[in-house]
T-cell receptor, first 117, second 116 residues
Framework: GAVVSQHPSRVICKSGTSVKIECRSL??????MFWYRQFPKKSLMLMAT?????????EQGVEKDKFLINHASLTLSTLTVTSAHPEDSSFYIC?????????????FGPGTRLTVT | AQKITQTQPGMFVQEKEAVTLDCTYD???????LFWYKQPSSGEMIFLIY??????QNATEGRYSLNFQKARKSANLVISASQLGDSAMYFC?????????????FGKGTTLSVSS
């Protein structure tokens, strides 16, 4: 099946610093990538939808300036948490959708656990 | 308004028994898709099964089947012959059209515990 990777898998950073998380589709081209946030034992909350070559569309309540998303190619999207604070600590999961016509399946990355101290 | 509702925060089942995880949804779209994912403690999201709104037959994938009742807007996941490795969190999701295209909207999840 399709593979999506995320890097890093875990990151600990100090308050006030910025952290970049990469999401790559390894064996397919993804026109659309999604970023989700998940608190412990809670559901995945969609943060933004990223279409290759265009600006990301953010869900209501998600700060665009804090969570910068770049989708520069069909295989890579990045999420940068700027000036991170402890409340940004969470599990961040990306997913990617194939360009295959009629395919709606999303392939999820393994997630990145961010801890801000 | 919540679009995907999973009313069971936790479910317990013994090995080899079948278990049903409930999911109801709300949409005014005629065309939609419903998904079930499994999330073990490692955090990865594992795709289990998909049901399209126009599919007349219930989807099945090995030990997983989806009891799709369109009129009731329910899409319950049935796991037959439970195994210890089935212990995980299970999410029901629906494909939704948003400003950027389509995205998956998730329910709150059900934690399944399988005991021997």
């Amino acid at each position: 099946g399709a593979v999506v990777s995320q890097h890093p898998s875990r990151v600990i950073c100090k308050s006030g610093t910025s952290v970049k998380i990469e999401c790559r589709s390894l064996d397919f081209q993804a026109t659309t990538m999604f970023w989700y946030r998940q608190f412990p034992k809670k559901s995945l909350m969609l943060m933004a939808t990223s279409n290759e070559g265009s600006k990301a569309t953010y869900e209501q309540g998600v700060e665009k300036d804090k969570f910068l998303i770049n989708h520069a190619s069909l295989t890579l999207s990045t999420l940068t948490v700027t000036s991170a604070h402890p409340e940004d600590s969470s599990f961040y999961i990306c997913s990617a959708r194939s360009v295959v016509r009629g395919s709606y399946e999303q392939y999820f990355g393994p997630g990145t656990r961010l801890t801000v101290t | 308004a919540q679009k995907i509702t999973q009313t069971q925060p936790g479910m317990f089942v013994q090995e080899k028994e079948a278990v049903t995880l409930d999911c109801t949804y709300d949409t005014s779209d005629q065309s939609y898709g419903l998904f079930w994912y499994k999330q073990p403690s490692s955090g990865e999201m594992i795709f289990l099964i998909y049901q399209g709104s126009y599919d007349e037959q219930n989807a099945t994938e090995g030990r997983y089947s989806l009891n799709f009742q369109k009129a009731r807007k329910s899409a319950n996941l049935v796991i037959s012959a439970s195994q210890l490795g089935d212990s995980a969190m299970y999410f029901c999701a629906m494909r939704e059209v948003n400003q950027a295209g389509t995205a998956l909207i998730f329910g709150k999840g059900t934690t399944l515990s399988v005991s021997s």
